[in-house]
């Protein structure tokens, strides 16, 4: 019996989209669901209680790349792992590192057994490898696991992506032979192949093989127009088992969640809420709002006025335009609040529209509001 | 009558210090209390959720100068006043600006009238006045506002010193004459006068006849030595009458808190507990922890382990090190929490042990265990 599993409820008869729930060992989560990302085992700026009631978040995704370097996977073992580390109950998903370590482009060696880099922090060399990248996850004590994938940059070469994509497989299979706590956590594989259709074809085919709990459409959404994303996405979907979970890595602005759900996605996660509430822009059902800007100076208005969050609850635009101008704290904890509180809220709507065969019509009107060109 | 009052509970026969509590429009504040200090309408990192639950204030103190910058008073006014604008609904006292003015050293110039001064923001020439000061203060709606006074840096001349606290109590009656919002707001006056007891003396005569609601000692704890701190505030209290709330401005190290209450001080303020955390560091009942060092790497205990607050029920030093290591807001907001309700619960001890006529065996514990010496 996997850790984690998942029961489909309901296909949207308009779309095709996905309605369903993931059982984890630390609680059920409903799908399709948008995961905060708390990088250094932290929501950028939130408490765990503020996720839960305020965000109403059930899973966040960690980053191993990050906690393998500081503090350190076997201090958070010694802590008695992530959720305890951080004091929160509810799912986590960790990452590979793959993503992270690829992106080092010079500062990293990669060969058939692994990877080798150079640490940010210190500069000290490590090196990762599909059983190195079990030893971290199991360590960390995620929910759901990823394996070690090797994630290509837009546009690669076919033959790159193909030598590439089929290494990712055989450190799927190391990734899944050397998993050690398979009772607690569940280890999802990835699917590559770039924007190649027989290469997402092969790579989906030997992974179904291997049987794995959840699948992860990786390498995309790294630059390619936002049509072939969709094109890719829908081809590659179609080829998964329907009674497994489907993970769309490193997506989260509101057309590109709507449009991943709309190709059979059940899972997503971005750090694009905490980044741009740092930078001082919300996320609204009118479109972004830059909320630094001179016209927000006595807008005594609500950030959304469709919002429940406790930012619109409480504060006024020309409030939180004053935090921001004067860099405090407050203002960013107050847009982040409300920028991850608008995506899992946008994602609750998606789900009941999903119940009720009527997810293409709600994508129209939501569009149209935001502001969005389809 | 006075918008603001002051009730005296009970004199500590060990140590003279005052048990009372202040009336607000917003509120009773238990006396003696500690102020957290909210600069730009926000005590820094903090909701006003956190500090009325987790710290327990019922009073803030807010910077006239900085306000007055930015956003501007006259914005705060248009917004409903300073508690709406920031969503705090219990007392705030403003300061006057005085101290944040006479700080610029070679970019302001005094005069009878008042001081002309250049923004740290963009360049700007202002010119603050006893009555413009009023008007700002008026517009913010505080329940305390501060006479506009002058604080002299120690060491200063006794020449210069005379003339200067002579102006200061010329602007007391000029901001007494200027205020308009008699009913909901109440001011106090600041007694100066440098280390020189006759001055202050002086001082305090003056404003007594001047009557006003209540009365800060201003220009100690500025440099000077603690001894001659500790013997001109006792000096300076004796001679204030005992129906009227006193206020030692800028002080709130533990010990210094602890002094001036045995010197029948009943209200303080600081930025020192939310400075501190931004640097790492906690206040605990065995002195201060660094808890960015090496030797909290893996210590699984809590910051303090007498202290009631969100941050040492939940966390431990070892992931806040991780957080304040890793440049986390959490981390700051775990240290500020903790280190505002040190502060408060300290005080709250202190009602206590005024109450029991045992405030100087306290005071004798207490540094004994911080680590002190007397």
Request: aromatic share 10%; with cysteine; net charge neutral.
């Amino acid at each position: 019996m996997e850790a984690v599993t998942y029961e489909l409820k309901h296909i949207c008869k308009q779309t095709g989209a996905r309605r369903g729930v993931i059982h984890t060992p630390h609680g059920d989560i409903e799908t399709p669901v948008f995961m905060p990302v708390g990088t250094q085992a932290t929501v950028k700026s939130m408490t765990p209680e503020e996720l839960k009631e305020e965000v109403k978040a059930h899973i966040i995704l960690s980053n191993t790349y990050h906690l393998y370097l500081r503090p350190g996977s076997k201090l958070i073992k010694e802590a008695g792992g992530l959720h305890k580390f951080m004091n929160w109950d509810r799912a986590i998903l960790t990452d590979s590192g793959g993503f992270q370590v690829f992106s080092l482009g010079d500062l990293r060696t990669i060969t058939e057994e692994g990877v080798e880099f150079k640490s940010y922090l210190d500069g000290s060399k490590h090196f990762l490898s599909p059983e190195k990248v079990m030893e971290i996850e199991n360590d960390l004590g995620s929910d759901i696991m990823m394996a070690f994938d090797e994630c290509v940059k837009y546009p690669s070469e076919y033959e790159y992506v193909k030598q590439s994509m089929e290494r990712t497989t055989r450190w799927a299979a190391r990734c899944k032979a050397a998993h050690k706590n398979t009772e607690k956590q569940s280890l999802f594989g990835i699917v590559q192949g770039g924007t190649y259709k027989d290469l997402r074809e092969k790579s989906v085919k030997d992974l179904v093989e291997m049987n794995f709990p959840g699948y992860a459409v990786g390498g995309l959404s790294v630059g390619e127009p936002k049509e072939l994303m969709c094109d890719v996405l829908r081809f590659t979907t179609q080829n998964l088992p329907e009674d497994k979970p489907r993970y769309l890595m490193g997506v989260g602005t509101p057309d590109y969640l709507i449009e991943a759900v709309l190709r059979g996605i059940d899972m997503c996660d971005c750090v694009l809420p905490t980044r741009i509430a740092r930078n001082g822009t919300a996320l609204t059902s009118h479109g972004k709002v830059v909320v630094r800007n001179a016209t927000y100076e006595k807008d005594w208005g609500k950030l959304d006025e469709e919002c429940d969050c406790y930012t619109c609850k409480n504060y006024t635009r020309a409030y939180i335009r004053h935090l921001v101008k004067s860099n405090e704290i407050l203002g960013i904890r107050l847009l982040s609040i409300h920028n991850l509180r608008f995506l899992t809220k946008l994602m609750e709507n998606i789900r009941k529209e999903i119940e009720n065969d009527n997810l293409l019509n709600f994508k129209n009107e939501f569009y149209k509001k935001y502001g969005y060109k389809d």
